[in-house]
Nanobody, 121 residues
Framework: QVALVESGGGLVQPGGSLRLSCAAS????????MGWYRQAPGKQRELVAA???????NYADSVKGRFTISRDNAENTVFLQMNSVKPEDTAVYYC???????????????WGQGTQVTVSS
């Protein structure tokens, strides 16, 4: 089994910063892509940012230049540095990882439980 545990969410004022962390644990042989998604009330879940094991990144247009994704491959951890946050960034943020649990198994997708980020004055 694989578990993803997020931390770092909370209330932040517009223009402020927040750093999310997500640690993967369990039976892990390798992790390909790790990423962050978010879901606001009444909206579909959307990709925020993703990063490969080699460090290639992909961002939603709405967060480019404000958010930075990074990862620590040795610790199976992914981070999301959120700067210049806006009220429209308010959502539940979910960690996602593409994990291979053994050399004989192919990659499967795993999700964290989500962490609330609220941007408000």
């Amino acid at each position: 089994q694989v578990a993803l545990v997020e931390s770092g969410g909370g209330l932040v004022q517009p223009g402020g910063s927040l750093r999310l962390s997500c640690a993967a644990s369990g039976s892990i042989f390798s992790i390909n892509v790790m990423g962050w998604y978010r879901q606001a009330p009444g909206k579909q879940r959307e990709l925020v940012a993703a990063i490969t094991s080699g460090g290639s990144t992909n961002y939603a247009d709405s967060v480019k230049g404000r958010f930075t994704i990074s990862r620590d491959n040795a610790e199976n951890t992914v981070f999301l540095q959120m700067n210049s946050v806006k009220p429209e960034d308010t959502a539940v943020y979910y960690c996602n990882a593409n994990v291979r649990i053994s050399a004989t198994k192919w990659y499967s997708n795993y999700w964290g439980q989500g962490t609330q980020v609220t941007v408000s004055s």
